[in-house]
């Protein structure tokens, strides 16, 4: 199975005129949130509303990360979700429940 990536916009919800381009995120469809960058989110005001939510990545390994509330525009389609404060060498992924959004 092949692999591919987007592009995305994300937007602070309370806020809308605070956004950021997301260059390249690898579409994951077994993944159940989006990650961001944690700079990004941070760069536009994204609030962590969820801390030290347990996550198991694809090797299995549990890590914690917070979560937040954004809304993520792909092409002419967009959807508000919860999205993941990805941390320094974790992928910018963008999962399942946005992408059903």
């Known amino acids: 199975m092949g692999t591919f990536h987007t592009s995305c916009f994300v937007q602070n919800p309370a806020d809308r005129s ?3 381009r997301v260059a390249r995120l690898l579409v994951d469809t077994g993944s159940q949130y ?3 960058p944690s700079s990004i ?13 347990a996550l198991v990545m694809a090797s299995g390994e549990v890590v914690t990360r917070s979560v937040g509330f954004a809304v993520l525009r792909v092409a002419k389609s967009f959807t508000i979700d919860e999205v993941v404060f990805a941390q320094p ?13």
């Open 41 to 53: 989110l941070e760069r536009i005001g994204v609030s962590r509303e969820k801390k030290d939510v």
């Open 89 to 101: 060498g974790d992928l910018v992924l963008l999962g399942a429940r946005t992408l059903e959004g």
């Open 34 to 36: 989006t990650w961001i």
């Open 18 to 20: 605070k956004s950021a």
